[in-house]
């Protein structure tokens, strides 16, 4: 099965904001399960979870962070960018297929 | 605190077999859920097998399915990947990873780095 599609590639300035998407099928993002999540992972470390089912935060995660969905299509938004949150970011989807978990290709965010 | 801590990596010849672990602790492992994911050096995740808290439902990808065994033991909270027939795209750090419920994949481990190489 194939991967989530991401851009390759984002940018943005301290304090702007900037919005990641992440396309799928109507078997994964666009299908009945609102279970699109959000990963966020520096070089050498573990994925960190942001945004979990389309919209939710997970306790500590700052609320910079947001998640939506329409369609086929889920998006990350980052706002008030900061250089920490330069990073490698993941999307995922349950599928209605006979596995579990897609992911994204992932998207590198440089913050100028 | 919540740790996962993988182990079991290392250089193996192609066609050969491994045994990663994930030791929890922290939290009451026999309730969660469990995934094993996976990254090639310089690519993105890949997911690699699912094992419910009581082991009734398990589920691999497409490119592990009849060379991978995932499974666990809640009274010694560890979870397993048995991987045999090794190829070399199966080199990748191997994370485990807690889930649970909805798509909350909240607690990962630090990834054990798996070589497959002749």
């Known amino acids: 099965q194939s991967a989530l599609t991401q851009p390759a590639s984002v940018s943005g300035s301290p304090g702007q904001s900037i919005t990641i998407s992440c396309t799928g099928t109507?078997?994964?993002?666009?299908?009945?399960?609102?279970?699109v999540s959000w990963y966020q992972q520096h070089p050498g470390k573990a994925p960190k979870i942001m945004i979990y089912d389309v919209t939710n935060r997970p306790s500590g995660v700052s609320n910079r962070f947001s998640g939506s969905k329409s369609g086929n299509t889920a998006s990350l938004t980052i706002s008030g960018l900061q250089a920490e949150d330069e990073a490698d970011y993941f999307c995922?989807?349950?599928?209605?297929?006979?596995?579990?978990?897609?992911f994204g290709g992932g998207t590198k965010l440089t913050v100028l | 605190e919540v740790q996962l801590v993988e182990s079991g990596g290392g250089l193996v010849q192609p066609g050969r077999s491994l045994r990663l672990s994930c030791a929890a602790s922290g939290l009451t492992f026999r309730t969660y859920s469990m995934n094993w994911v996976r990254q090639a050096p310089g690519k993105g995740l890949e997911w690699v097998s699912y094992i419910s808290s009581s082991s009734s439902s398990i589920k691999y990808a497409d490119s592990v399915k009849g060379r991978f065994t995932v499974s666990r033991d809640n009274a010694k909270t560890s979870l397993y990947l048995q991987m045999n027939s090794l190829r070399d795209e199966d080199t990748a750090v191997y994370y485990c990873?807690?889930?649970?419920?909805?798509?909350?994949?909240?607690?990962w481990g630090q990834g054990t780095l798996v070589t497959v190489s002749s």
């Open positions: 990873a807690t889930e649970a419920g909805g798509s909350l994949l909240e607690y």
């Open positions: 109507s078997s994964d993002v666009g299908g009945g399960y609102n279970y």
């Open positions: 995922s989807s349950y599928t209605s297929t006979s596995t579990r978990w897609l």
